[in-house]
Each structure stands twice: as C-alpha cells, then as structure tokens.
Nanobody, 126 residues
Framework: QVQLVESGGGLVQAGGSLRLSCAAS????????MAWFRQAPEKEREFVAG????????YYANSVKGRFTISRDNAKVTMYLQMNSLKPEDTSIYYC???????????????????WGQGTQVTVSS
C-alpha cells in the first residue's frame, strides 16, 4: 500500500505561482512512479504531469507545458509541482497519484494509477 498526502494549495492571483507537495509512505519510493492530476467542478479528472521513479523522465499535458514543473526528492520521499504563470482555468482540485512497478510507462489515464491522495484545492483569481 502507498499513502499519499498533498499540501500547498491555496488562492493566488492570475500570473502568480504555487508549489504543491505530495509526501509518500508505505512502499519503497524508488519503485513508485507518480503524477499530478486535476479535476474542476463538473469536469473529468485530467492528467497534468508525470515523473518516473528516478526523476529522470518527466512529461506534461500541453495545457501546462512551459508553466508547470514536476520534480521529486527521493531522499525526502516527496514529489512537487511548481506552478508558474497561473491562469483562472488552472483552478481545480489537484491530486497526487502513483503506481508501483519495476518498469516506467508514461501513463496519462487516471485508471492506470492505483494510489491517490485526498486532493488539494488550487484557486486562481482573475
């Protein structure tokens, strides 16, 4: 079992920045591949960014490429999402997700992830 706990959400003005964190526990972090998803009211959960267990591979949704940066600190067992140049359309609940495997695949579907955090609200005002 993997437990995930997000933090760092909040209210920010358009053009501002926030950094989300996701702390993991319960499994060897080196085998955990992770991602961020988000879900706005009445919309489907969508992929934002993903990262391999080593941190050597990252991939992004086109809507956030160039503005968001995903990273992880395996010593601290924590993943991050640095969000810059935030827009009102980035307003969502952001979820940390993970799957455990010896092999990495750049999954973008929510159904490919077995473990989820409780979510953290990000609100961007115009």
């Amino acid at each position: 079992q993997v437990q995930l706990v997000e933090s760092g959400g909040g209210l920010v003005q358009a053009g501002g920045s926030l950094r989300l964190s996701c702390a993991a526990s319960g499994h060897t972090f080196s085998n955990i591949h992770m991602a961020w998803f988000r879900q706005a009211p009445e919309k489907e959960r969508e992929f934002v960014a993903g990262i391999s267990s080593s941190g050597g591979s990252t991939y992004y949704a086109n809507s956030v490429k160039g503005r968001f940066t995903i990273s992880r600190d395996n010593a601290k067992v924590t993943m991050y999402l640095q969000m810059n140049s935030l827009k009102p359309e980035d307003t969502s609940i952001y979820y940390c997700a993970a799957y455990v495997s010896l092999y990495f695949s750049a999954f973008r579907r929510a159904t490919d992830y077995a473990y989820w955090g409780q979510g953290t609200q990000v609100t961007v005002s115009s």
